[in-house]
């Protein structure tokens, strides 16, 4: 059940956020071998974010995950910073990736925690 949640300061109409928002959940659950019936993906775009000292576009990606593996991320970070960073025409060295394993006991869905 990967949570990927964007925040980029490049300015998309509806359909643009949803495009993304929709192939972000496909690349998302290929790249974890998970359904994608479980990927939520949210898209917040036009922040104002500042990143080095400078306005100049950057993005936010917190990607969440139960069984997430640390030495999955590095190949995820620039899979992720690369479709990000395409998409929301951002480099992707002004592009942070924030990784959390979640534990299934804390994760809720359809009343009741994955653990139960």
Same mark, same amino acid.
């Given at each position: 059940m990967p949570i990927v949640l964007v $925040?980029?300061?490049f300015p998309m109409d509806r359909t643009a956020r949803e495009d993304f928002a929709l192939g972000l959940s496909s690349r998302c659950a290929e790249w974890l071998g998970k359904p994608e019936s #479980? %990927?939520? +993906?949210? %898209?917040?775009?036009e922040d #104002?974010? #500042?990143?080095g000292g400078s306005m100049e576009?950057?993005?936010? %990606? $917190?990607f *969440? #995950? +139960?069984g997430l593996a640390e030495e999955d991320c590095p190949e995820l970070?620039? *899979?992720l910073c690369d479709f990000v960073g395409e998409a929301c025409e951002t480099s992707r060295d002004r592009i942070y990736v924030e990784f959390k394993d979640l534990r299934r &006991?804390? +994760? &809720?869905?359809?009343g009741t925690t994955l653990a139960g």
């Open positions: $925040e980029t300061t #479980s %990927v939520m +993906v949210r %898209v917040r775009c #104002s974010m #500042s990143f576009p950057c993005a936010f %990606v $917190e *969440k #995950s +139960v970070s620039a *899979k &006991g804390y +994760v &809720g869905a359809r």
